[in-house]
């Protein structure tokens, strides 16, 4: 059984950074992708990014592109989510995914196992 779990959320002002991480448990060896998604109050969840098990290949929403960055510590290692230039409309919970498809990284419903989330806010 895979296990994710999420850190790194918190309160920042606009225009500030943070810094998400996922660390997988039980992870088998495979080469699907690993990814996250937000959802924020009455919104439907949202792509945000996507990254293939050894970094090689990474996908953003075009909400995000250019200000966040997805990286991976090593092959099938801890996913990060650097998140810069943070706006309010970027306040929501934030999930990260495993095992999605490596036919469509930003397809949600691909995805075999989900993280408990974790709330990122953005003052303005």
């Known amino acids: 059984q895979v296990r994710l779990v999420e850190s790194g959320g918190g309160l920042v002002q606009a225009g500030g950074s943070l810094r998400l991480s996922c660390v997988a448990s039980g992870r088998t060896a495979d080469t699907y992708p690993e990814g996250w998604f937000r959802q924020a109050p009455g919104k439907e969840r949202e792509f945000v990014a996507a990254?293939?098990?050894?970094?090689?290949?990474?996908l953003y929403g075009n909400s995000v592109k250019g200000r966040f960055t997805i990286s991976r510590e090593g092959a099938r290692g801890t996913v990060y989510l650097q998140m810069d230039s943070l706006k309010p409309e970027d306040t929501a919970v934030y999930y990260c995914?495993?095992?999605?498809?490596?036919?469509?990284?930003?397809?949600?419903?691909?995805?075999?196992?989900w993280g408990q989330g974790t709330q990122v806010t953005v003052s303005s």
């Open positions: 990254i293939n098990w050894n970094g090689a290949m990474t």
């Open positions: 995914a495993a095992d999605g498809s490596e036919l469509d990284y930003s397809d949600s419903d691909a995805y075999g196992y």
